[in-house]
């Protein structure tokens, strides 16, 4: 394993299905596991897949100036998030940049949790928290288990009274299994999905008993990387592998913009003052390239860093490939040229190992109108 500082209570659970326990974030985090990948894909796709997504950093703020630390390290409106509700933000840098982003879940009156990857959103919180009425703890016994596809609801309804209530963006606090737990209506599938937020001392049994429970119902467990195979599908990026840091520009230093990996909707209507909020403004139509979608013709994924051409003339990079054994169909990530990040524009991809035609496709491939993640009952 790579030497990590920060450890999952399920990794004994993960070795012994073939898990090396690859490091992300810090933490030894299941990568693959030693059976089919295209299985679990279509487990989350149809039934359901339950994933130990723990890596994620969960950092407590209480205090009745938690709400302000907040308000100024992200773009969202946190006046508007009442207990119960979260919300998906971005932070920025002092030069309009991303840097990282999260969900913001608020707890109670002047207590809220904010939940995010490897990027700095621990360092800002601390970092605009000095002096202020606002105790900051970096929780690492709290697990998250994420149970992601159609049947989820389905198996939670039998433990847990008023789950189906529950709506997208929505989280209370009620026990499974006899455990505390947080449950919270996100995830990162695109599929209507929940993540179980539970002690340390609690999430074997808890990862134990769905497992064994909601076999006959088809959920299987899932390591990290099929997170990926159903990103792509359902526009869901991940810092820094779609970023600049990751695929620099010669010239400049490592940021994009919102608008450029469009996140731009993260900004709450009107909402000003927060931290590079003057610069993301005048980033905006100055866009160097743009995330976008390819729908590619081959049997099989292509690479991550595969190059993209329009003729003879290199347009972008994928960040991130895909593919479905549901829809039969080869799909990426990609930063494209702002002129061919149009729906239909034909390209090629020519990698190590893959050379075909594709189009520029906007994303998201699966369920766009997000009814899945969103459906009520």
């Given amino acids: 394993m790579t030497l990590s500082w ?75 998030i009442y207990p119960g509700r979260s919300v998906y933000a971005c932070m920025l840098n002092d030069r309009g940049m991303f840097t990282d982003d999260c ?19 621990h360092e800002e919180i601390i970092r605009q928290a000095a002096g202020r009425n606002c105790a900051v703890l970096f929780d690492d016994d709290l697990h998250d288990l994420s ?3 159609p049947v989820a609801v389905d198996f939670l309804a039998k433990h847990v009274p008023g789950i189906r209530d529950l709506n997208y963006f929505h989280h209370m606090q009620t026990t499974l299994f006899g455990a505390p737990v947080m449950i919270s209506r996100t995830g990162y599938t695109g599929e209507r999905g929940y993540e179980i937020f539970v002690r340390g001392q609690d999430a074997g049994m808890v990862w134990d008993r769905i497992l064994d429970e909601g076999k006959d ?52 209507p009107g909402k000003t003052g927060f931290r590079g909020a003057e610069e993301h403004a005048r980033l905006k139509g100055k866009e160097r390239f743009k995330i976008f979608g390819l729908l590619v013709e081959a049997d099989g994924p292509t690479d991550l860093g595969d190059e993209v051409y329009a003729g003879d003339k290199k ?16 799909m990426a990530i990609a930063r494209l040229d702002v002129d061919v990040a149009k729906q239909g524009v034909p390209l ?30």
């Fill in 348 to 377: 090629e991809v020519r990698g190590k190992n893959v050379k075909a035609k594709a189009i520029a496709h906007t994303i998201t491939f699966d369920d766009p109108e997000k009814k899945k993640r969103t459906a009520k009952g």
């Fill in 147 to 149: 149970l992601q596809g």
């Fill in 6 to 80: 920060r450890f999952s209570a399920l990794a004994d659970r993960h070795r012994a299905m073939g898990s090396k326990l690859e490091d992300w974030s810090g933490m030894g985090t299941a990568w693959t596991y030693d059976k089919d990948i295209y299985a679990e894909h279509i487990a989350v796709r149809t039934k359901a897949g339950l994933m130990d997504v723990s890596g994620l950093k969960k950092v407590h703020l209480v205090g009745p100036h938690a709400i302000a630390v907040l308000d100024y390290i992200t773009t969202r409106d946190m006046n508007k």
């Fill in 103 to 121: 969900i913001v879940y608020r707890t109670g009156p002047n207590s809220w949790m904010l939940v995010h990857g490897s990027g700095s959103g």
């Fill in 315 to 330: 347009v972008g990079v994928i960040t991130c490939p895909s593919y479905s054994k549901l829809t039969k169909r080869s």
């Fill in 217 to 268: 119902m088809g959920i299987l467990p899932c390591c990290f990387s099929v997170l990926d195979m159903l990103r792509v599908e359902s526009y869901l990026l991940f810092y820094p592998y779609d970023n600049s840091q990751m695929y620099p520009f010669a010239d400049q230093p490592p940021g994009d913009s919102l608008w450029e990996l469009g996140l731009d909707f993260t900004v709450s």
